[in-house]
């Protein structure tokens, strides 16, 4: 490349060899390069008036060096350590941290910044290209680059040179040369370059001598050119011309096989979108049945919302004679179990116990002590125990009905042998029931004790039920009376039976009546009917009552049938003897009955007695 068309999108790398941070002092550049010490200061100490001599250049000023060897003697007589030491101590301090910034004349901000080379006294910086920073930079043949150096902590300016690309020297390599102090080394896209270095230029390659041809062969040599290009230019227009004819009228014979394989395309292509259209059709039947059902179930969602909003409408209008019904109900409810709690009341009397201790009670005149009790006690003791847990299970038993509150704990009333289940606790099945009465033994008397803790606990939770607070589930009867005296309690009257229940018995006259045979008896076990029940009245239950009472009143008289009852009218009901009449066993004789009126007669009726013990309050 000619000098002056170097410019700097040429460079490609920069090179640093020799790093010194020595600064030339009163020494001219022909003395740096020769490395001649400077005696111009001396001269100028001293007081002898200098001597006029004649110049002499830089190269006469050099030592003589023709049998000069360099001298490795001088460490060799010390140890490999200090060898070592001395050498580091070289090193350190000559090397340094280097980098170079390069800079153009208009700029003050640097072009390119290079890396930091680390601790070394030569230096090969990384290539980089410069032909992007635009033409401004990269058509300029001049710049400035400053070298960077940090020896301690700190950075300092080591180094700034003004560089000139048409005036570098030529070096071909880094190889087999001498480089001075902090020379700079440039390469660019045609070899490597530097200032301080002279130029050096290749030697011409030596070749083969060879002989020269005639003007007559020269000239034949140029018409066999001009043939040869005539030619040529011949053949590129033949050649132009035959593709525009082809062109123009392609041959028949490739028709068929570019039409066999468009048509082959075209086939491949019809074959794809018919499987397209039927996954597409596919899937359009899917979403119109998948539409169809879901406006079937949007219409019968709608047709279900307009019946319930009719059944809203509807159920509105009868929603407070409902209420009304509902509030009249449970205040019927709530009198007819204070009734049954008052008569539950009268049925098991809870009194307290004359000469007991403090919360004694009795239930139907039977002492029952408050869970405490000794267990040496005498046959008579145990006895009026096991009758006092009686009556408390059979009332508990009965409450639970009352009050429509299932018991945790089911109870067997049985009188004196009354027992109780516990299902909830993890026991074998065959020791589930625990007894309410002593039979004797520590194993007994634990059952027994465990049995009436349960029963407390079902005392305990029909108190819970009517809200009540118990403060000690050992004390039966208290907790058992609170119960009672608090479910019987109420500001209104307490409401009569309703009609329709048990009517009880009809005293009635059954005077002038025969009775039957006094050995007769009732069967019923072919009746499906309950006797007293509607369908027993109707199927001639009445003169079966007849022949009951007949039998009541005609006590130790012999009486006779006359005829069936299926004769009259009683179907189903099995009754063997008959029931027209009841013939008297003397005449002008009276039947005597403590309940006997002048005018009323006796029957038996159940219908009605069962009430709805599931209602709630």
């Known amino acids: 490349m000619l000098p002056q068309n170097r410019r700097l999108r040429h460079l490609q790398g920069i090179y640093l060899r020799n790093l010194s941070f020595t600064r030339p002092q009163g020494r001219a550049t022909d003395d740096l390069e020769a490395d001649l010490p400077s005696n111009k200061l001396q001269a100028l100490h001293d007081g002898s008036s200098p001597q006029l001599h004649h110049a002499h250049s830089s190269e006469s000023l050099l030592p003589t060096r023709a049998n000069a060897r360099r001298r490795s003697t001088n460490l060799a007589h010390v140890s490999p350590i200090t060898r070592q030491k001395q050498l580091e101590y070289t090193v350190e301090g000559r090397a340094a941290d280097v980098f170079f910034s390069l800079h153009c004349h208009e700029n003050d901000e640097p072009v390119y910044i290079s890396e930091v080379g680390e601790r070394a006294i030569n230096f090969n910086f990384r290539f980089f290209d410069l032909s992007q920073a635009g033409p401004s930079v990269t058509r300029k043949s001049q710049f400035i680059i400053k070298i960077w150096a940090k020896r301690q902590l700190s950075w300092s300016l080591l180094l700034t040179e003004q560089v000139d690309l048409r005036s570098l020297n030529y070096l071909g390599s880094l190889r087999n040369h001498h480089f001075p102090p902090n020379c700079l080394v440039f390469h660019l896209i045609d070899g490597i370059y530097s200032f301080e270095l002279s130029s050096k230029r290749p030697e011409p390659k030596q070749g083969l001598t060879l002989p020269t041809s005639s003007y007559n ?13 005539d030619a040529l230019a011949t053949r590129e227009a033949l050649t132009a011309q035959i593709n525009s004819i082809l062109e123009r009228t392609p041959p028949a014979a490739d028709a068929v096989p570019q039409a066999q394989e468009s048509a082959a395309l075209a086939a491949k ?5 018919t499987r397209a259209l039927r996954s597409a059709q596919a899937r359009r039947a899917e979403l119109q049945s998948s539409i169809e059902a879901r406006r079937a179930a949007i219409q019968e969602g709608r047709n279900a919302q307009a019946k319930a909003a009719e059944d809203v409408k509807h159920a509105q209008s009868k929603l407070p004679a409902s209420k009304a019904l509902l509030a009249a109900t449970r205040e019927s409810i709530h009198g007819q179990r204070r009734r049954i709690c008052e008569d539950l009341a009268q049925i098991f009397p809870i009194s307290p116990s004359p000469n007991g201790a403090p919360l004694s009670f009795t239930i139907c005149g039977v002492p029952l002590p408050n869970t405490d009790y ?19 299970a059979q009332l508990t038993n009965a409450l639970q009905y009352y009050l429509s509150v299932p018991l945790p704990y089911p109870v067997t009333p049985f009188g004196s042998r009354s027992s109780i289940r516990d299902d909830i606790s993890m026991l074998p099945d065959s020791q589930r029931e625990f007894p309410l009465f002593l039979r004797g033994g520590p194993t007994a008397q634990y059952r027994f004790d465990y049995g009436w803790f349960l029963l407390n606990k079902d005392i305990e939770a029909l108190c819970v039920s009517a809200e009540l607070k118990v403060v000690d589930i050992r004390h039966t009867l208290p907790n058992l009376k609170y119960l009672l005296y608090v479910c019987s309690a109420g500001r209104d009257e307490v409401p009569e039976r309703k009609r329709g229940g048990v009517r009880g018995l009809w005293a009635g006259r059954l005077k002038g009546r025969s009775v039957a045979d006094d050995g007769a008896s009732i069967s019923t076990a072919g009746s499906k ?33 006359t005829n069936t009852g299926k004769e009259n009218g009683s179907l189903g009901l099995g009754i063997d003897a008959p029931s027209t009449s009841l013939r008297r066993i003397g005449s002008g004789a009276s039947i005597g009955l403590p309940f006997d009126e002048g005018s009323t007669r006796l029957t038996l009726r159940t219908k009605g007695l069962r009430e709805n013990v599931g209602a709630h309050a």
């Open 374 to 392: 000794d267990p040496t006690s005498s046959s008579s003791t145990e006895d009026s125990l096991s009758a006092g847990l009686g009556f408390v």
């Open 217 to 229: 062969a020269l000239m034949k040599l140029s018409n066999l050119d001009n043939s040869i290009q």
């Open 269 to 273: 292509y019809v074959s794809a979108q």
């Open 529 to 561: 009917s309950r006797p007293g029940s509607a369908d027993s009245e109707a199927m001639g239950g009445a003169r079966a009552r007849e022949q009951l009472m007949g039998r009541v009143a005609g006590a130790g008289t012999s009486t006779t049938t």
